[in-house]
């Protein structure tokens, strides 16, 4: 099994990197660090010192100073789950989950999951189903079907679901064919476009201006990483979207915040004018939702020549699937973890992992693939397009091996990781959260701005 350091240089390697940085970095703690059967503290590690890495690289091409980055396996993993960690005013997040949302079984005996946070997703599932809210109305109604037919029924009426594949089922799925051909971060020049210059300032990506189009942990944890080694990151919500306030609170840190109705020409025309100015464009709308707004890369690109587009999507941008919408939970299904976690329990049906692995690490290898890129347009030019997709990261982490005993280690509560966590103001209250697991030398990673509540500043750059 590799170890941290040679993952870590393997992802290093692919993108360009100068083997001589890594001479820097220390990587701390082993597996098991949670329980589960998968590798998840190396993945949480070796993505959160990619981050860290590609910020001390740009420091350097600043300044011409190097910088130690170390991180500790059991922090990052505490961070790719800090949602569960964080207090508002000393009170636990409320219920992560809606009321129906879950494990169902199915009329031919198998297992589907689904996603009903959002108001809209929850009620279209009931429309499919033609049942009530509630979870046993919800479950009669689904023993009149068979799993696959449910799960490409409910697809097409908007609804968000899985159904619990093994791992062979996922492999011989024409989608998962398409992902061993994608890179773990596809990096591709779009566009001609003069170097940027590095802004002035005394942090990593101080000056820069970051636009983040997300919801739902992934694309959010990219922007927040961006701004703990200083990017104005600026969030950019719609007015008449649901959001989850809880994770809105964990994932704005550093961010400002404004509202942009896409929907309407005056929203998009302020949408326009901020990429003009920005100097990364970091996305997870469902595929081609934003193209079809007018903010394709190509067109982002043609509105900010050497902008870096950073775009998210759920099972990646080929195959069958790739414009199909999904969250870690049930990517998480659809690829054989539920099921592969579940055998390795000795229970039937799907058991998740220990945290939302897939979102939390494929958003740091966002933050990691906007800095690769957009350090590469300080040395060379052009336009940059970054892709990953939960489904890709998958494939990675199940890559990386499995640990026989690893479901026996305990779970870690939160009187146990006291010194990993801060205090701060915000716009909701006083935080305690978890602090960033990456620690570099130079340059320590902060945020210095508050969580604010959605739209809280004007859509213009300060």
């Known amino acids: ?21 890594l001479d820097a970095v220390t990587l701390t703690g082993t597996e098991p660090v949670l329980p589960s059967s998968f590798r998840v503290g190396t993945a949480a590690q070796v993505a959160v010192a990619a981050a860290g890495l590609a910020a001390a690289q740009i420091w350097q091409m600043r300044t011409g100073e190097t910088q130690n980055v170390a991180v500790d396996m059991r922090h990052a993993a505490i961070e790719c789950r800090s949602e569960r960690y964080l207090r508002v005013d000393d009170k636990p997040p409320p219920p992560a989950w809606d009321a129906i949302a879950g494990v169902y079984k199915t009329g031919d005996g198998r297992f589907v999951r689904l996603h009903t946070n959002f108001p809209h997703h929850r009620d279209n599932v009931c429309k499919v189903l033609g049942c009530k809210p509630e979870r046993d109305d919800v479950q009669r109604a689904l023993m009149q079907w068979k799993a696959e037919n449910f799960e490409t029924t409910a697809y097409a009426g908007g609804c968000v679901v899985s159904m619990m594949r093994s791992r062979d089922e996922w492999m011989a799925h024409p989608q998962a064919q398409a992902l061993e051909k994608l890179p773990l971060v596809q990096i591709d020049r779009i ?51 649901p959001a989850i306030p809880w994770l809105t609170i964990d994932t704005g840190r ?61 099972y990646g941008s080929s195959g069958p699937w790739a414009g199909r919408r999904g969250f870690d939970s049930l990517v998480q299904t659809s690829t054989g973890f539920n099921h592969a976690e579940g055998q390795a329990a000795g229970v039937e049906g799907p058991k ?69 966590l801060e205090e701060s103001e915000s716009g909701f209250g006083k935080l305690s959260v ?29």
């Not at 942990?217 to 703990?228: C, H, N, Q, S």
């Not at 479901?407 to 010194?419: C, Q, W």
């Not at 978890?434 to 030398?441: G, N």
């Open 1 to 21: 099994m590799k170890t941290s350091r040679e993952i870590l240089s393997h992802i290093w390697a692919a993108s360009g990197g100068d083997p001589a940085l």
């Open 191 to 241: 566009g001609d476009a003069e170097p940027r210059p590095w802004p002035a300032g005394d942090r990593p990506l101080a000056g820069l201006r970051v636009l983040d189009l997300s919801r739902v942990i992934a694309g959010p944890v990219a922007g927040r990483t961006l701004a703990a080694h200083g990017a104005n990151v600026m969030l950019i919500a719609s007015p008449n979207l």
């Open 254 to 314: 550093g961010k400002l915040s404004s509202f942009a109705d896409l929907a309407t020409e005056e929203g998009r025309a302020a949408l326009r004018g901020l990429i003009a100015k920005a100097d990364i464009f970091s996305q997870g709308y469902r595929p081609q939702g934003l193209a079809e707004l007018g903010f394709s890369p190509l067109e982002a690109a043609r509105l900010s020549p050497g902008i870096v587009y950073v775009c998210l999507s759920a």
């Open 352 to 420: 998740e992992l220990p945290m939302q692995i897939l979102d939390h690490v494929t958003g740091y290898l966002m933050a990691y693939g906007a800095m690769i890129a957009r350090a590469r347009q300080a040395r060379e030019g052009g336009s940059w397009h970054v892709q990953v997709s939960l489904a890709r990261t998958g494939q990675w982490l199940w890559n990386l091996g499995r640990l026989p005993n690893g479901l026996a280690t305990t779970d870690v509560n939160r009187a146990e990781i006291i010194s990993l």
């Open 434 to 462: 978890v602090r960033h697991s990456a620690i570099l030398s130079k340059t320590p990673a902060f945020w210095a701005r508050p969580s604010v509540p959605l739209g809280a500043h004007p859509p213009q750059w300060p």
